[in-house]
């Protein structure tokens, strides 16, 4: 098995058979692998299976991600995906442990892995008082974390990289965990995978068509693996108007962080916790960050924008 820590502190790892390696390699963040494991660590286990999954519950799935439902019952969650991906997390004992086939779809069998790694990733994180959300997070010089939260091509990747660019720190363009520090704090742990962005970026251009790009490689130095929380950006490109800043209420705040944390509810033993930690996340500075053309490859110009944030010196 190759393990693959994903947090700072080692209670959470992932140990993978080689064979499935490729296919999930596109979930596996960009952190590094020798932290060690905490003795009572969190694990999630992905293995190859050559045996049928076992019978879909008959109940409506408690929710799904893609092509994969989950049906979460007490101290135990089930997966079934349409490729024949399947596993079980064990809340109460801090496991997760799913299954592919061996001779599958490769493409939809690697969807499916992303989808049910994240879902367990989420259920077992909860279980530790923590959240994972689908957001970016950056950092200014001297600053705390910056949440940039939004759907899928709101601009969280594009203006990660030219903030970085502008000489701020990044943590991750598409999944951070929300938890608190040793000081109560909320804090931002970044789970950093390579950038989607336009291979027009560059040079001002959109082309419409995505490349990878490894963070690591190309803004070396930049990476800020932890960070107290500074407040929370709702991006939303609108390529016609200018780039701007306007805040946002700490209720709608809310709304949009819970949009991008859709496995908060279910589970029941988990989401009182998680649930405060988001609350109190959103009273924290926020704003809607309208993103026009003028900055789409102007990192100074954005940055410059951005110089009125402010992160909040206390906590409601």
């Known amino acids: 098995m190759i393990v693959h820590p994903l947090l700072h502190d080692g209670r959470l790892r992932v140990e993978v058979h080689p064979h499935l390696l490729p296919s999930i390699a596109r979930w596996l963040p960009l952190v590094p692998r020798d932290t060690p494991a905490h003795p009572s660590g969190a694990v999630i286990r992905i293995l190859p299976d050559d045996a049928a999954p076992s019978a879909r519950p008959d109940a409506e799935p408690t929710l ?86 939004g759907d899928s091509r709101a601009g969280k990747t594009t203006t990660c990289a030219n903030l970085v660019n502008a000489g701020w720190s990044y943590l991750s363009d598409d999944h951070v965990v929300l938890h608190r520090d040793d000081e109560g704090r909320v804090a931002v742990e970044g789970l950093p995978r390579p950038f989607h962005l336009d291979e027009g970026w560059e040079t001002g251009g959109i082309v419409e068509r995505r490349g990878n790009t490894d963070p690591h490689q190309r803004f070396p130095g930049a990476w800020t693996r932890t960070a107290p929380l500074a407040g929370l950006l709702f991006p939303r490109v609108d390529a016609d108007a200018p780039t701007a800043l306007s805040p946002l209420a700490a209720p709608d705040a809310l709304s949009g962080l819970l949009r991008q944390s859709p496995w908060l509810l279910a589970d029941r033993g988990a989401a009182p916790a998680v649930l405060a930690l988001l609350r109190e996340a959103a ?5 809607r960050l309208r993103l026009g053309m003028d900055t789409y490859a102007a990192p100074a110009l954005l940055a410059e924008r951005l110089r009125s944030l402010r992160p909040a010196s206390t906590t409601g």
């Not at 086939?101 to 049910?116: E, I, K, N, T």
């Not at 009273?283 to 704003?287: F, K, R, V």
């Open 64 to 149: 799904a991600m893609g092509e994969l439902d989950a049906w979460v019952q007490g101290e135990r969650a089930r997966m079934h995906g349409a490729s024949g991906v399947h596993g079980v997390v064990a809340l109460a004992e801090g496991t997760a442990e799913i299954r592919a086939p061996v001779d599958g779809d490769r493409a939809a069998v690697a969807m499916d892995l992303y989808a049910a790694a994240t879902l367990s990733c989420a259920l077992l994180l909860g279980r530790m008082g923590r959240a994972l959300a689908h957001a970016a997070a950056v950092a200014p010089p001297g600053g705390g974390a910056w949440l940039l939260v």
């Open 283 to 287: 009273l924290h500075p926020t704003h």
